[in-house]
């Protein structure tokens, strides 16, 4: 009998659930907003009807399923199985979220970090197919990331190996919203694209966006800088450089063969991939100018996939 597994990726506005097969097809799936405002409860609420709606889809029982991997957007302990806390989320102080599932569905079920679940989503099935060392770099927001060696997940001592958006590019400089100074996402993330864009509006540069500067979006801006806006291209440009930057100091580290860019500023195509590369380039010797630098293939069903196959993983290894 081929095997299925039920992966989960939870945000904090939408969580998407779905049966998962063993060549990573996706055989049912099912998507509704979390409403995370109304706390945990009501969350894992949500997640156990998601369950049995993908479940009742594709046709399956909960015996047929042999687990359940959540991807998560915040701290935990893998291990345990527990949830510390969820920045963007209330009410998951401390919450055993997979024994929770376990008990209330009867299936062994596993919690990973979010973009972890991503990253190993793009590694089994996606863009990082055929190589064993790989990072992952995700763009919204802010910044996450995944790194695998040696064909496995790297969480670290504590599993919050890969928080590559808090990799230091710039000595005391900006305001990071972890506190810190000069990390990579107080550059390069969404939001740090637009509030450097609006810098340069403020300092007098004129730009096709001018007009726009209450409503502008990262997506803007790339559209801008493919079309020519000299202001717009600056940014985009800057922050492929920003990127780069890190991608090397990782390149330089773990000698990674392939770093996959995955989110929605990656539509920007080769204005941002281009910078990306000549900064390594000009950075790195051997490794960074070996590493492949390419997009994302999975876009949303990336931290589905991921998640099932890390139930997977977890099961297998299991005494």
């Known amino acids: 009998m081929a095997s299925h597994y039920i992966g989960i990726d939870l945000g904090g506005t939408n969580f998407r659930c779905g049966v998962i097969d063993e060549n990573h097809q996706i055989v049912s799936k099912y998507e509704t907003p979390t409403n995370a405002q109304e706390g945990s409860s009501a969350v894992i609420d949500k997640l156990v009807d998601g369950i049995e709606r993908v479940c009742l889809t594709a046709e399956k029982l909960a015996d047929d399923i042999k687990g359940v991997g959540i991807g998560f957007p915040g701290p935990l302990n893998q291990e345990r199985g527990l949830v510390f806390n969820a920045p963007n989320m209330p009410g998951w102080e401390n919450v055993p979220l997979a024994d929770i599932i ?3 569905t009867g299936i062994r ?7 972890n679940c991503a990253g190993w989503g793009e590694f089994v099935h996606g863009a990082g197919r055929g190589v064993q060392n790989m990072m992952m770099v995700t763009l919204g927001t802010g910044i996450g990331g995944a790194i695998i060696i040696g064909g496995k997940l790297h969480i670290g001592r504590d599993g919050a190996a890969g928080e590559l958006g808090h990799v230091p590019i710039i000595d005391g400089g900006r305001r990071c919203g972890c506190g810190a100074s000069g990390c990579v996402e107080a550059y390069a993330s969404a939001s740090s694209v637009v509030r450097r864009f609006r810098d340069m509006l403020d300092q007098g540069w004129k730009s096709s966006l001018s007009d726009r500067y209450d409503t502008l979006t990262s997506y803007d801006i790339f559209t801008a800088g493919a079309a020519g806006d000299p202001v717009a291209l600056h940014i985009v440009e800057e922050t492929g450089h920003y990127l780069g930057v890190m991608a090397s100091a990782v390149a330089e580290l773990l000698n990674p063969e392939r770093c996959v860019v995955a989110g929605g500023m990656i539509q920007a195509g080769e204005i941002l991939f ?3 590369r000549r900064t390594c380039l000009n950075r790195n010797h051997h490794p960074g100018r070996t590493m492949e630098i390419v997009p994302a293939e999975l876009g949303q069903n990336a931290g589905l996939i991921g998640a ?6 977890r099961l297998e290894a299991a005494p």
């Open 109 to 115: 079920t596993f919690i990973e970090n979010d973009a």
């Open 274 to 276: 281009g910078a990306i």
């Open 308 to 313: 099932a196959d890390t139930a997977r993983v």
């Open 102 to 104: 376990r008990e209330r």
